[in-house]
């Protein structure tokens, strides 16, 4: 089983609709979530950070955290074009292995105009 | 502040050859990571340093590879000797705490014929 899991994709949503964006992560002890945004040729961009279960948002863009399921997802709402780009899950982890981030695969997003 | 510089963008060598790759941090930052992302593997941590100093160097790969930090504002990863199957893009990113995100340079793009 991988550290980090996400659906490679890729997904496919219409402008306008609501992309949904999912990851696993395998570590309990995990603190702290990350989701990237790479666009084909660029480097990562760090597009949200989420520490503590819930929801946090930050205009178009809402990530919801859960540690008992460890499941983390990035929810875009009114998707545009510019969004279409591979999307990287990030978990930080520490405990008695020290720190390591670690990158899951990505979901490449598609936003059909 | 201009972010991560990385510096070349493109290097072509062949194989045996010494190549160095050079990252300077933003300003500020105490961590300094330096990943390598293939399509194969996705993102992996190679090494990273705190306060110039190496603190984790478990994701090299063998030692052909090394990295120094002389000061806060410059770091290299060296190869040596290179062989084809370095090929990949190697990125610099820095940070100013451990459980905050990164900032990712622009990548060297690395092609060992």
């Known amino acids: 089983q991988k550290e980090v899991e996400q659906n490679s994709g890729p997904l496919s949503v219409p402008e306008g609709a609501i992309a949904s964006l999912n990851c696993t992560y395998s570590?309990?002890?995990?603190?702290?979530f990350f989701w990237y945004r790479q666009y084909s040729g660029k480097s990562p961009e760090l597009i949200m950070s989420?520490?503590?279960?819930g929801d946090k948002e930050d205009g178009r863009f809402t990530a919801q955290l859960n540690k008992a399921s460890q499941y983390v997802s990035l929810l875009i709402r009114d998707s545009q074009p510019s969004d279409s780009a591979t999307y990287l899950c990030?978990?930080?982890?520490?405990?008695?292995?020290?720190?390591?981030?670690?990158f899951g695969a990505g979901t490449r997003l598609f936003v059909k105009a | 502040d201009a972010g991560v510089i990385q510096s070349p963008r493109h290097e072509v060598t062949e194989m045996g050859q010494e190549v160095t790759l050079r990252c300077k941090p933003i300003?500020?930052?105490?961590?300094l990571f330096w990943y390598r992302q293939t399509m194969m593997r996705g993102l992996e941590l190679l090494i990273y340093?705190?306060?110039?100093?190496?603190?984790?160097d478990s994701g090299m790969p063998e030692d052909r590879f090394s990295a120094k930090m002389p000061n806060a504002s410059f770091s290299t990863l060296k190869i040596q000797p290179s062989e084809p199957r370095d090929s990949a893009v190697y990125f610099c990113?820095?940070?100013?705490?451990?459980?905050?995100?990164?900032?990712f340079g622009s990548g060297t793009r690395l092609t060992v014929v």
């Open positions: 990113a820095s940070s100013f705490a451990l459980n905050y995100g990164y900032t």
């Open positions: 570590d309990r002890v995990s603190q702290s």
């Open positions: 989420i520490y503590s279960n």
């Open positions: 990030a978990v930080n982890r520490g405990g008695t292995g020290g720190f390591k981030t670690i």
């Open positions: 300003s500020g930052h105490d961590y």
């Open positions: 340093f705190n306060n110039n100093v190496p603190i984790d």
